[in-house]
């Protein structure tokens, strides 16, 4: 199988063809070889799957007008963007997939949730970029798109292997970044510890972006030594 995706080494949208592991290998005299992936990362991805009401945009209009300078774009002072009554059923619908992650990825043994901790929303003006960056004290982090640019993207980099090889034709295993498609009503949700930017934003159109961060509560573990409950 293979399928196109937009990875680059520089920040870049240019287009890349990848393939699956499995097909990395097409002489015949190694046919037997086969490939495990061990421990991949995972980016969760859900839609909305309808319009914003007037209400919602009203309120995501509101919180424009009160920013901070970021690196290179803006982000709301309101840091608890999703406790306004405007976006509830956002929130809602947030924290369903937040309950879905925690029972269909983590199947935990006990009574635990992923709570939302802070959110705030990022506004990325034209020739603005959003700075590499990582989510400190967070177990999971999530982006909602307010309002996307045309063929938007959320870059992740790869930061545990040290070596940058140059290459032919990018894969899963070889690529030093990966740029993920995104769009307007999209949420995705990612391990907090994986480094993440926004590409330059070249069109005349601001990028609206609301952002989260989530924590542990309840009993996680009562395995003697390593037990926690928080
Ligand atoms: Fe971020």
Request: hydrophobic share 30%; glycine share 4%.
């Amino acid at each position: 199988m293979t399928y196109e995706d937009t990875t680059a080494r520089d920040g870049t949208t240019s287009q890349a063809t990848t393939i699956w592991a499995e097909e990395l290998i097409e002489d015949e005299e190694m046919e037997k070889v086969s490939y495990f992936s061990l421990f991949p990362k995972l980016v969760y991805s859900s839609f909305l799957g309808r319009d914003f009401t007037g209400t919602e945009k009203e309120y995501t209009e509101i919180l424009s007008r009160n920013t901070n300078r970021n690196s290179s774009n803006s982000i709301s002072q309101n840091i608890n963007v999703l406790e306004h009554p405007a976006y509830a059923d956002i929130k809602n619908w947030i924290i369903k997939n937040l309950n879905n992650y925690r029972d269909n990825i983590l199947n935990p043994k006990f009574d635990m949730e992923i709570y939302l901790t802070e959110s705030w929303v990022n506004y990325t003006n034209q020739n603005e970029q959003h700075h590499p960056h990582k989510h400190s004290n967070s177990y999971l982090s999530g982006v909602f798109y307010l309002n996307a640019i045309d063929d938007d993207t959320i870059q992740f980099f790869q930061d545990e292997n040290l070596f940058d090889i140059e290459t032919n034709k990018y894969n899963l295993y070889n690529c030093p970044t990966w740029n993920y498609p995104v769009s307007t009503g999209q949420l995705i949700l990612f391990p907090s510890g994986i480094r993440h930017g926004v590409p330059m934003n070249p069109q005349n159109k601001t990028r609206i972006s609301l952002a989260f961060n989530t924590f542990l509560k309840g009993k996680i573990s009562d395995t003697r030594t390593i037990g926690l409950k928080i």
